[in-house]
């Protein structure tokens, strides 16, 4: 079975500041990585995945996250966030194990300050 | 904008009633997933299809069933609703469903039972 775990539930952070959100999955075979974001009373929207070569992926708005095998990890990272980041993220793995669905980690609520 | 639509946007009703979330993919899409999302248990991957068959189940309760029709949308059927029912339901689509696609949102369903 395949697991995903975000380490923190809530980030604050200063705008203009950077930030890396954390995320860290079990597998015993081969997965493919996703990160989606959810703005308040809205769906979830991919904002980058890895499925395999660079392990460093960029995404939409300036995000961009690094697939460690070796740590089994897949952290989120932007330079400079606006108020416009608020929002939950959550991390997702896919993969021949458990199927074509997403297993979702718990989400992190990155909260943006003036 | 994901192209994935869902109706309704919101449902009240009473426990022990049954009700009927609608989902209608992106156009071109053969796949459809479900899921949950809830405070205690997260962002959960409750069933898929592909091209009007069942490919996959989660944790789908038994008195969840869904179906999806041959023009491809798609319908969820809660019954004998609990309070513990209460949550964001969402419905996704890819191309063919594969573990390596992204899946595209929609708003989702929110269910309040009384």
């Known amino acids: 079975a395949q697991s995903v775990t975000q380490l923190d539930s809530q980030v604050p952070v200063f705008e203009e500041a950077p930030v890396e959100l954390r995320c860290n999955y079990s597998s015993s075979v081969s997965v493919y990585l996703f990160w989606y974001v959810q703005y308040p009373n809205q769906g979830l929207q991919l904002l980058l995945k890895?499925?395999?070569?660079?392990?460093l992926v960029k995404g939409i708005n300036g995000f961009e996250a690094e697939f460690n095998k070796s740590q089994t990890s897949f952290h989120l990272r932007k330079p400079s966030v606006h108020i416009s980041d608020t929002a939950e993220y959550f991390c997702a793995v896919s993969g021949a194990n458990a199927g074509n669905m997403l297993t979702f980690g718990g989400g992190t609520r990155l909260m943006v300050k003036p | 904008d994901s192209g994935v639509t869902q109706t309704p946007k919101h449902l009240i009703t009473a426990t022990g009633q049954r009700v009927t979330l609608r989902c209608s993919p992106r156009s071109g899409d053969l796949s459809v997933y479900w899921y949950q999302q809830s405070l205690d248990q997260g962002l959960q991957f409750l069933i898929q299809?592909?091209?009007?068959?069942?490919?996959a189940k989660g944790n789908i309760l038994e008195r969840f069933s869904a179906q999806q029709f041959p023009d491809l949308h798609s319908e969820l059927n809660l019954s004998s609703l609990e309070l513990g029912d209460s949550a964001l339901y969402f419905c996704?689509?890819?191309?063919?469903?594969?573990?390596?696609?992204?899946?595209?949102f929609g708003p989702g369903t929110r269910l309040l039972v009384l």
């Open positions: 890895y499925l395999s070569g660079s392990t």
């Open positions: 996704a689509s890819s191309v063919a469903g594969g573990a390596q696609e992204t899946q595209y």
């Open positions: 299809y592909y091209n009007g068959e069942e490919r």
